[in-house]
């Protein structure tokens, strides 16, 4: 049995997905009800990895677990390392989690303190685990979702500095392996996209699988740090801006573990697009 939490976003949705096709015993766990076109023989448990004691019963009699901070679940909390003794008093022998090429990039970076706490007390869980260092997600283009709709329009900073952002379907592709099969035990895999691409041309792959014209609006630094404000901690914009409009040479470079992992090339950002066009319709 395979335990995921964050079944309901853009990693945890296909990862279950590819485990049931797969015919993996799958528990979805999410904080709200599943959606209703989830996939069919999931069982589902609602818990909260905000408390760690509503995952005891989820994870009782798992064989493998894959552990997806929201958002939200990245500020001071429990221990990190009570969830995974948690786990592995419930029977759980294989760890997979979903961290960030930035704990890896800027060391001590504060937005990801808690990230870098799960690392840790996975490496030191004593369970066989995989670490997954994901890069910018395509899918945070979905931020211009509603501006396109109603405006074909793309506001964004920098528009000219590229990253090789990943589709979240690859990272889950690699979850899933890990998750299933030997020989990852102890790896710590950079996922990225598979060519570094900028704002504007991903604006640009839009408007290809739109079939129309996609207008582009740069916004300056201090204006995209006004919108970020709206939502996010004040420390969390500055270093999600600096990535962004400065990202280091790590943080450009395309990664070979995608392939490596898959046996197949990582998906390009425009595929992406083209799969997650409703949403920009």
Known sequence: ?????????????PLVAALAEAGEEVVAVSRRPLPPDYPAGVRHAQADLADFASMRPVLEGADAFFLLLAGDLNGPGESASALLDIAEEAGVERVVLLSSQINETR???????????????VRNSGLDFTILRAGGFASNALAWAESVRARRTVLAPFADVALPVVDPADIADVAAVA???DGHTGRTY?????????????????????????????????????????????????????????????EQEVGPDVEKVLQRPARPFGEWAARTLPAFR
């Open 1 to 13: 049995m395979i335990v995921v939490t964050g079944a309901t976003g853009n990693v945890g949705r």
């Open 107 to 121: 060391p001590g970076a504060v937005s990801h303190a808690r990230l870098s706490e799960f690392e840790e007390a």
């Open 179 to 181: 998750l299933r099969e």
């Open 190 to 250: 950079v996922l990225t996209g598979p060519e570094a691409v900028t704002p504007r041309e991903q604006a640009a792959a839009i408007a290809e699988a739109l079939g129309e014209e996609v207008t582009f609006v740069e916004l300056t630094r201090e204006q995209a740090r006004a919108h970020l404000s709206r939502f996010m901690p004040e420390a969390v914009v500055d270093g999600t801006l600096d990535v962004l409009g400065k990202p280091l040479p790590a």
